[in-house]
């Protein structure tokens, strides 16, 4: 057996096969593509269960049908190899059985595996890492942040790895509102790791959620050194910038960098097409012009349309149908969901049946005048972290619901989720133009009438 700089036992004699897949380790900490050292770590070792795992575990996170066939194949092949290794090691039998897990969407049950490991090796970096994505898409920051938390106690600032730790530590803290604690965590491990994408994302939202504007623009625009080396995060850098030049007003900016570091390609990975979507939405409700924009998204959600996979996914789909008009496929998205909600089971289909379901039917609502058929907007607010994503990402949902008790005059509901949106972030643009209207259909006016541009 042999233990990787980062913490992790493997079950080979290889040294060349450690040192890739100890490069496989530090590309998926820095947000880097790893898929180039976890194939030349399997072409050293083809029998070595974690770069399976690694191949399952990354495809069953895309969120997406055909990535989960992939990543149910990559998970057996993983158990061949662990059986061929006579057992494996502690490190290995626990990646495999996380591998099964996440790959049948199970990533509750696979974020536990990787958390109970980590009580017994706490410097395993790999399943730190990969329990904290789980739980950022599943919406449980209090676990990201318990994890970390106890996990940190047995590293040292010189341990390989330490500063992305730290990095996904002050995401936790930031997630839960103790932003202070958050942005010194964030800046300690960006000051560690210069790479670290996710700590310096972690200060970013810091800044937009309590309205640091011109802090965090030069905050994004001082760190766009490491944005080429990172996989499609950059995208998501990009959006965090243009969230900041949104709330300047400055809509000719937002605009160019939605065209060069918001989806400049097209692309139907969920996380770009959340950026891209959120962002237009955003514009939208603004009354700007976005010229054809929509039109590529539409294509894309087009071809998503039947994919209810990750509700978080499907409800963006949706939102770029509607936005396009596309009234059948949106109807028939709504459908998917619907269906899967009652007859599939596993963490998915939980987050539809507790809040996708109704949060799609006020969204695609927006197409007719149907409103909201009875459901208790205020309910939704409360049951939007289910979704996964962060509140940054969420409160795109946040403003729906605004919208959407404006359009029906319930002042009680309208009341309660911008309270309640007010306990997540600072009063932006968006929450000003709110409060500054004498009426409520003033404010449905000033967010320019989404019903009547639809």
């Given at each position: ?181 958050a942005e010194a965590a964030g800046r300690e491990a960006v000051e560690l790791e210069p790479s670290d994408a996710w700590g310096l994302h972690a200060v970013s939202h810091v800044m937009e959620m309590s309205g640091r504007v011109d802090e965090g623009i030069r905050w994004l625009e001082g760190s766009r050194t490491i944005w080429p080396e990172c996989n499609n995060f950059r995208f998501h850098l990009g959006w965090h910038l243009a969230l900041f030049y949104l709330e300047q007003g400055n809509h000719a900016r937002v605009l160019e960098l939605y065209d060069r570091d918001v989806m400049p390609a097209a692309s139907d990975d969920f996380r770009d097409m959340a950026n891209a979507v959120s962002l237009l939405w955003r514009l939208k409700q603004a009354g700007v012009p976005v010229g054809s924009r929509w039109e590529l ?158």
């Amino acid at each position: 057996m042999l233990t990787d700089r980062y913490g992790r036992g493997h079950t080979t004699a290889s040294r060349e096969a450690i040192a890739a897949f100890e490069e496989a380790t530090l590309a998926i900490a820095a947000h880097r593509p790893p898929g180039e050292y976890v194939a030349r770590t399997l072409e050293i070792e083809p029998d070595l269960p974690a770069a399976w795992c690694l191949r399952s575990l990354g495809s069953a996170l895309l969120g997406r049908t055909e990535a989960m066939v992939t990543a149910k194949a990559d998970a057996d092949r993983a158990n061949t190899a662990l059986i061929r290794s006579g057992g494996g090691t502690r490190c290995e039998q626990v990646l495999v059985r996380a591998a099964f897990e996440a790959s049948h969407g199970r990533l509750h049950a696979s974020a536990t595996l990787l958390e109970d490991h980590l009580a017994v090796v706490p410097r395993d970096l790999l399943a730190a890492k990969l329990s904290h994505a789980m739980r950022f898409m599943s919406g449980q920051p209090e676990r990201m942040l318990e994890t970390t938390t106890r996990v940190l106690r047995h590293w040292s600032d010189e341990a390989p790895g330490y500063g992305f730790l730290l990095g996904c530590h002050a995401f936790g803290l930031e997630e839960t509102g103790r932003y202070a604690e958050a942005e010194a965590a964030g800046r300690e491990a960006v000051e560690l790791e210069p790479s670290d994408a996710w700590g310096l994302h972690a200060v970013s939202h810091v800044m937009e959620m309590s309205g640091r504007v011109d802090e965090g623009i030069r905050w994004l625009e001082g760190s766009r050194t490491i944005w080429p080396e990172c996989n499609n995060f950059r995208f998501h850098l990009g959006w965090h910038l243009a969230l900041f030049y949104l709330e300047q007003g400055n809509h000719a900016r937002v605009l160019e960098l939605y065209d060069r570091d918001v989806m400049p390609a097209a692309s139907d990975d969920f996380r770009d097409m959340a950026n891209a979507v959120s962002l237009l939405w955003r514009l939208k409700q603004a009354g700007v012009p976005v010229g054809s924009r929509w039109e590529l998204l539409r294509d894309i959600a087009l071809k998503r349309r039947s994919d209810v996979t990750y509700v978080f996914a499907s409800l963006h789909y949706l939102l770029a149908l509607v936005a396009n008009k596309e009234v059948s496929a949106a109807v028939g998205l709504l459908q998917e969901l619907s269906q899967a909600a009652v007859e599939e089971s596993g963490d998915q289909a939980d987050v539809a049946r507790n809040v996708g379901v109704d949060l799609a039917q006020i969204i695609k609502a927006f197409l007719d005048t149907t409103g909201n058929s009875g459901v208790n907007m205020s309910d939704i607010a409360c049951r939007l972290p289910q979704l996964g994503g962060s509140n940054a990402q969420r409160d795109l949902f946040m403003r729906i619901l605004l919208v959407a008790a404006s359009d029906a005059e319930d002042r009680g509901t309208l009341s309660a989720i911008s309270r309640l949106r007010s306990q997540l972030r600072w009063q932006d643009r968006f929450a000003r133009g709110m409060l500054a209207s004498p009426s409520l259909a003033a404010f449905a006016e000033s967010n320019a009438g989404l019903r009547g541009q639809l």
